[in-house]
């Protein structure tokens, strides 16, 4: 079993949609969560970074961590074209080492 | 402007040969990494250095090689011994507890 799982996609919704991205982790240990958004031929960028259990919100990205449930997940509101990309979450406990999700593809359709 | 600067952007390497990817970080990090991306794989962890002249390997480091003589800078040398190295490779750096930040990588093919 990964450590980390994450559905690859592809994901396609329409402009405007509500996206819904999901990730599963099975270390109780990890207490840190991110998620990176990748645009073809760039690296991965940071979008969102949360600690322990939780919400945030920045802009119209919200990512929720279910601790109880090993449930990490992203929402874009209103989304747009310009949000097709890769979305990978990943998690550390706060050292060095960082595990990735596969990533998941998402077109967003005008 | 503070980041990670990998070069080049494409590289082609021909049968038999080594080639060197350069990863330089202007951010102060002390840890630097180095990942291989192939589609549908997700990152897989090639090396990673916490300290200067310190390096470890990740999960797939056979027919790799890097070094770390300065803080700001880890080369990766794909050698020969890599039957497979055509992929997208990714340098990221960080500062302890914070995440990890990427380079925009190098597309690595065979010719």
């Known amino acids: 079993q990964k450590e980390v799982e994450q559905d690859p996609g592809p994901l396609s919704v329409p402009e405007g949609a509500i996206v819904s991205l999901n990730c599963t982790y099975s270390?109780?240990?990890?207490?840190?969560f991110m998620w990176y958004r990748q645009y073809s031929r760039k690296g991965p960028e940071l979008l969102m970074y949360t600690y322990s259990s939780g919400n945030k919100e920045d802009g119209r990205f919200t990512a929720q961590v279910d601790k109880s449930s090993k449930y990490i997940s992203l929402f874009i509101r209103d989304s747009q074209p310009s949000d097709s990309a890769t979305y990978l979450c990943?998690?550390?406990?706060?050292?060095?080492?960082?595990?990735f999700g596969a990533g998941t593809r998402l077109f967003v359709k005008a | 402007d503070g980041g990670i600067t990998q070069s080049p952007k494409y590289l082609f390497r021909k049968e038999g040969q080594n080639v060197t990817l350069s990863c330089e970080q202007n951010?102060?990090?002390?840890?630097m990494y180095w990942y291989r991306q192939d589609p549908g794989q997700g990152l897989r962890l090639i090396y990673y250095s916490q300290i200067v002249n310190d390096f470890q390997k990740g999960d797939i480091a056979e027919g790799y090689s890097v070094s770390r003589e300065k803080k700001e800078s880890f080369p990766l040398t794909v050698t020969s011994a890599q039957k497979n190295p055509t992929a997208f490779y990714l340098c990221?750096?960080?500062?302890?507890?914070?995440?990890?930040?990427f380079g925009d990588g190098t597309r690595l093919s065979i010719l």
């Open positions: 951010l102060n990090h002390d840890a």
């Open positions: 270390n109780s240990a990890f207490q840190y």
């Open positions: 990943a998690t550390y406990t706060g050292g060095f080492k960082t595990i």
């Open positions: 990221a750096s960080q500062d302890r507890s914070q995440p990890q930040h």
